[in-house]
């Protein structure tokens, strides 16, 4: 693969002794706090300062046993977020210092500023994103840049959110695609007027947006998507200039060939493809140092923009492994258990084309069946339970096909994150 560590030379980190220093810094306090990062460093014989690509990958395994369910008596004032599915049984919980939470609002505020420049301040912005930290915190960021703010909780029936955004007429609209979808097949029941959408949480492509702006009566230009995580914060968002995603300063991107993660899929991306590694330059309580996100970045590169150098990718693809997104997270472990107990030994692969569903080799999927493969992912990720149940998304979908229908190969299940991104 042509698209490897974005660290070796000339890379921002080591022609910018800022960037060198900051990142010593980031490591040494993430040792002082994680006694299980300080083993790991310790244990690949990996010095303190040197190289970003020198330091080990923080994966799904390594948080699972280290961090996801730990107590963390160690971090003082943390605040705590909640997500679903682990292969535990359990919650994923990711901590926020308070100086985390100030840097995250700081970085979307200044973004949200740029982005509603010419939105009257005073104006109603809506918040309608599910659950975590970036619902937690916009309240704060429309504040902050003189917005009048608005949130929806997530788990009231669509009828309701249709109610709120009619009543209040949002110039913002800060939601997730999921929700948008839904609440724009309401049809002429939905009667809003958005001069801005942002949208956060799942791929956005850009005929998307474009097929977005078209029902809202505004241009492509003024449906802004970002991303970002609950374990990293603010990540990246889509600039209508260069028609790229442009990576927060506070980010070092990696893109890696998958056979680093998973070794039986060396060579399952092409050559400008890969899985994306996260070092955050401004995270506290999450040891987020080559933080693997699972995702396929398409095109990773530095560029120069405004008279500086940054990091920018083309697209993010979708999720590669380990987890799907509806509404709120889905993980592959509790998909495969659910699937398992109804349908014993049957193949099946997992697509998010408009909705996740759930392709199963065998002759019929029963009513039966289906009730039990989504009331068993609803009970083990309440969130998306609550999501489904009040009309924001749609059901899990179940489905049969025959054998020669399936995307994935034979030899190993993939879950797709199909886009035409």
Known sequence: MSIQ???????????QEGHRRALEALVAGHRRRFDWYDALID???????????????????????HYYTATHDQLPGAHAFQTSGTSSGRRKTILYSDADDAAYCAQRAQLFASFLNDVPRGSVAVSDV????????????????????HEIDFRRPIEEHIELLNRTQPAVLFTMPV???????????????????????DVAPENWRRHVATELGIE????????????????????AETGLYHFHDHILPEAVEPGELFPECAGALSADQGLLLLTSLAREYFPAVRYATNDVVKGLRRMQWQGRT??????????????????????????CTAVNEAFPGCMFEVIEDSGVEIRIVTPRVTPEQQAQ????????????????????????????I????????????VFHGESSA
């Open 5 to 15: 560590s974005h660290e070796p030379s000339g890379s921002v980190l080591e022609t």
């Open 402 to 413: 025959s054998p020669e229908a399936l995307r994935a190969s034979r030899g190993k299940r």
């Open 310 to 335: 940054i990091f920018v990718c083309e697209q993010f693809q979708g999720r590669f492994a380990g987890e799907v997104k509806h509404g709120e997270r889905l993980s592959s472990y509790d998909i």
């Open 220 to 239: 492509a230009d003024d449906v802004l998507d970002i991303v970002g995580s609950i374990e990293i914060g603010a990540i990246a968002w889509h600039c």
């Open 130 to 149: 599910g659950t975590g930290h970036a619902a937690a915190s916009a309240h704060t960021i429309f504040r902050q840049i003189g917005l009048d703010p």
């Open 43 to 65: 244990a690949g014989d990996r010095r303190q300062g040197t190289r970003l690509a020198d330091l080990p990958i923080i994966d799904e395994r390594v948080l699972l046993e």
């Open 373 to 400: 493969i989504a009331d068993f992912l609803m009970a083990a990720n309440p969130d998306i339970g609550d999501m489904v149940r009040s009309g924001l998304t749609r059901p899990i979908a179940v489905s049969a």
């Open 179 to 201: 929700i948008l979808e839904r609440l724009l097949a309401c049809g002429d029941e939905l009667d809003i007027h958005p001069r801005k959408v942002i949208v956060v949480g």
